[in-house]
């Protein structure tokens, strides 16, 4: 027996609720579908269908088997498209979204890069400090940060998002480094609007503190939070993939540094893994390589400053 065959007959016949109705999709006799689903039901070992002579309706085998058998005709789906597209070059435009931030430090060089290698593929990038209707938007990709996943979205992990209290040294100079909660709290904080507003949340040794501070200012932009931190209005909190370099140049000097910042993932996230064009699955697989790894790119020290440090 074809299994593969009589997996898509079973199937049929449950969309369709008709034996006689599945055999017109599936263009073969009547006959032929009921010894395809009696041998299904052989090699399972047990009754899918209940069947009489007004309508069918599933046991509990088969409500238990729908699922994987809808899973199995997915997967050959899948893999006859890939095997179709062996040998073809990856080409089209995609649509993809990222937060301002990330996108003009991290993503924007990373799909120059891509595009060396794939010289047919071009993008529409939509920046947006918001959650983009992928649908509405028809949006291939979205490049996310955040531990709250849609349950209705398909995710890849890409990396982590770490973060840092930073300041400018110009502003410490000025107003002094805080060395406890309690001080952090009497000076200038600019915080993320949407991220954290007229609060600094950490975890130090697993418990999580939420501290309320005065903002002196508070703004929905990553990047524009920077160039304030940077001009010396004040301590805020910052990702490490925007001011890695900042801290590493002295740009920026790490605040209290025993507290952590809650780290977050950055996530591909599209709306199914199905008939994806090849172009995107190079992409995907592309970010993954670039981003992954135990420590994110822009969290590892330059070279030339590791090998001083082993001397």
């Known amino acids: 027996m074809d299994r593969l065959t009589a997996t898509r007959v079973f199937v049929t016949v449950v969309e369709h609720g008709s034996l006689t109705q599945a055999a017109d999709?599936?263009?073969?006799?009547?006959?032929?579908v009921s010894r395809y689903l009696a041998a299904m039901?052989?090699?399972?070992?047990?009754?899918?269908?209940?069947?009489?002579?007004?309508?069918?309706?599933l046991s509990e085998a088969g409500q238990a088997a729908l699922v994987s058998c809808r899973q199995l005709l997915d997967l050959a789906e899948d893999v006859k498209h890939q095997a179709g597209e062996i040998g073809r070059v990856p080409s089209g435009r995609l649509r993809i979204t990222s937060s301002p931030s990330f996108a003009e430090a991290q993503l924007a060089p990373a799909l120059a890069d891509f595009q060396?290698?794939?010289a047919q593929v071009s993008f529409a990038l939509l920046v947006a400090d918001r959650s983009v209707d992928l649908t509405a938007e028809r949006i291939d990709l979205a490049v996310r940060?955040?531990?709250?996943?849609?349950?209705?979205?398909?995710?890849?992990?890409?990396?982590t998002c770490r973060s840092v209290l930073c300041a400018a040294p110009?502003?410490?100079?000025?107003h002094g480094e805080p060395r406890t909660l309690a001080a952090l709290q009497a000076h200038h904080c600019l915080t993320h609007a949407i991220v954290g507003a007229a609060q600094f949340r950490f975890r130090r040794k697993r418990q999580l503190i939420e501290l309320p501070v005065t903002d002196r200012l508070s703004t929905n932009d990553t990047a524009v939070l920077r160039r304030a931190v940077l001009e010396g209005g004040g301590i805020g909190i910052l990702p490490t993939y925007l001011v890695g370099e900042d801290l590493r140049q002295g740009r920026l000097v790490q605040v209290l540094p025993?507290?952590?910042?809650?780290?977050?993932?950055?996530?591909?996230?599209?709306?199914?893994?199905?008939?994806?064009?090849?172009?995107?699955?190079?992409?995907?697989?592309?970010?993954?390589?670039?981003?992954?790894?135990?420590?994110?790119?822009?969290?590892r020290a330059p070279a030339a400053k590791a090998r001083r440090k082993s001397q």
Not at 25 to 32: E, G, H, I, N, P
């Open 145 to 159: 940060i955040t531990n709250s996943l849609e349950p209705t979205m398909i995710a890849r992990p890409l990396s």
């Open 41 to 57: 039901e052989a090699w399972l070992g047990a009754r899918l269908l209940h069947r009489t002579t007004r309508r069918i309706s």
């Open 116 to 118: 060396r290698q794939h």
């Open 170 to 174: 110009a502003y410490l100079r000025a």
């Open 258 to 299: 025993e507290l952590e910042p809650e780290t977050l993932g950055i996530h591909a996230i599209f709306l199914s893994r199905q008939h994806q064009p090849l172009a995107l699955r190079l992409l995907v697989d592309f970010l993954a390589q670039r981003f992954g790894g135990p420590v994110p790119p822009w969290d």
């Open 25 to 32: 999709r599936l263009d073969m006799s009547t006959a032929m």
